[in-house]
């Protein structure tokens, strides 16, 4: 497609309209005028017609997956092709969904002669997680004058994939992450004496009765011990909570690598998901194996446990794409397929919502096909405003009043709630929005330092 340029408007505006008044107000100077009009049409035409094939040959091309981190900024990197290795100043436009704005819209490059390929990158800094497309790209070119745009629409397929930002979660527990061999920082005492069998060895006085091997003991006609060594490989799952329940936003501290710090409002599911990829590092970093399972209305995903950098990734392209869905949570259903695929024991931390005390009842109940065989962690959000009574700031007015009474009996009914799981052999634990994963972490730790597995 080819349209006027600034610079053919000006001359039109220049030649076009004061030749013709001098035509009329002059008849003797008329052709002379329509001579003059008639060059600069000449003119015109011939440089449109020269500027037909200005884009000939040109091609752009985007990588087939682009993955960036929610609200850090990223890149995308264009491709251009020139394989006339002619000097052209081209004008670009990437048409960027709005969930990832570019800081420019378009810009200006310049093609340098003796270069078949040139590199642009498009900065940009996405504000929402999830898979986007990015399909079109506008080109536009100048004819040999300038009178004329020669623009283009080219087809660009390449994915975009958006990932939770785990920067400032990974900071708060920076030092799980050191690779020391043992709990981060400081190393912890382990309690117990382990349950996998290791060797047996001679008697030593002061070992009990029920470590002798009495078979062992009985062939080889003196005593026998059973040595055992602490569990070191385990399966964690992660379960998350994808309803209704989970489509409330929170507000947490703005990341500091975005401009403006501040207070940022998100969605629960959001906090989810990254507290489940933060509980993959966690369990990667201590050896164990790592699965997940999402559901809201019946059981979803499912990602069996195991571990290394390739089953990491698959796990977090399972959940960049998770949205929360207008249903209401089905606990039973989840629970069955838990019990029919896990058979293995192994830590299950479910990520939900129990403030609705029918919920709440629901989950108790399902809990009892699975509490006996796995371990079982429920974590959830504590909602703004669930605090006991007289541990918050005085009231001033009756509003004030009725609101800190109202978070009285919330947190009264998730006490009852915790006592009800702790019977049942459930944890239950109440996490603070903004210190949710390293709390969670801080279970799984306590977990496997009293090698309740």
Avoid at 30 to 41: D, K, P
Avoid at 79 to 106: G, M, Y
Avoid at 235 to 256: C, F, G, H, N, W
Wanted: hydrophobic share 45%.
């Amino acid at each position: 497609m080819m349209v006027p340029r600034t610079r053919l408007l000006w001359w039109v505006a220049a030649v076009l309209l004061p030749f013709s008044l001098v035509a009329v107000i002059v008849p003797a100077a008329s052709g002379v005028c329509l001579l003059i009009i008639a060059a600069l049409v000449l003119v015109a035409a011939g440089d449109a017609l020269g500027g037909r094939n200005r884009l000939a040959g040109i091609e752009i091309s985007l990588p087939n997956v682009v993955r960036m981190s929610r609200n850090r900024a990223a890149r995308v990197e264009m491709r251009i092709r020139n394989p006339r290795q002619n000097q052209k100043i081209l004008r670009l436009a990437l048409v960027f969904p709005t969930e990832v704005p570019a800081v420019d819209p378009e810009m200006e490059v310049k093609l340098l002669p003796g270069h078949e390929w040139s590199r642009v990158n498009w900065a940009c800094t996405p504000k929402r997680r999830g898979k986007y497309q990015l399909d079109t790209a506008c080109v536009e070119g100048s004819s040999p004058l300038g009178f004329w745009a020669v623009r283009r629409r080219m087809a660009t397929p390449a994915e975009v994939r958006v990932y939770p930002n785990l920067l400032s979660e990974r900071r708060n527990l920076a030092s799980l992450f050191l690779n020391r061999g043992g709990y981060g920082i400081h190393a912890r005492r382990q309690v117990g004496k382990g349950r996998d069998f290791e060797k047996l060895r001679e008697y030593v006085p002061g070992d009990s009765f029920d470590e002798i091997h009495w078979k062992a003991t009985a062939r080889r006609g003196r005593p026998v011990t059973k040595v055992y060594q602490i569990e070191r490989t385990q399966e964690v799952y992660v379960v998350v909570d994808s309803s209704r329940l989970s489509a409330r936003t929170q507000i947490i501290p703005q990341e500091k690598s975005v401009a403006g710090d501040g207070l940022v409002e998100t969605t629960v599911l959001e906090r989810f998901v990254t507290a489940a990829l933060v509980m993959g590092l966690a369990a990667e970093q201590q050896g164990d194996l790592f699965g997940l399972l999402t559901f809201a209305d019946r059981a979803g995903t499912f990602v069996r446990a195991r571990n290394g950098s390739a089953h990491y990734s698959a796990c977090r392209d399972a959940l960049y794409t998770l949205q929360p869905s207008v249903v209401t949570p089905d606990y039973d259903d989840v629970c069955s397929f838990i019990r029919l695929r896990l058979r293995r024991r192994a830590l299950v931390v479910f990520l939900t919502s129990l403030d609705d005390p029918l919920l709440a009842g629901s989950l108790v109940s399902a809990l009892d096909l699975i509490c006996r065989q796995h371990l079982v962690v429920v974590g959830m959000i504590q909602p703004p405003g669930i605090a006991p009574l007289f541990s918050s700031a005085k009231a001033t007015t009756s509003d004030d009043l009725f609101r800190h009474l109202g978070g009285h009996l919330l947190w009264q009914k998730l006490r009852e709630v915790e006592r009800t799981l702790k019977n049942r052999g459930v944890r239950f634990a109440l996490l603070q929005n903004e210190q949710m994963c390293t709390q969670l972490v801080t279970q799984y730790m306590d977990v496997k330092q009293r090698q309740l597995l």
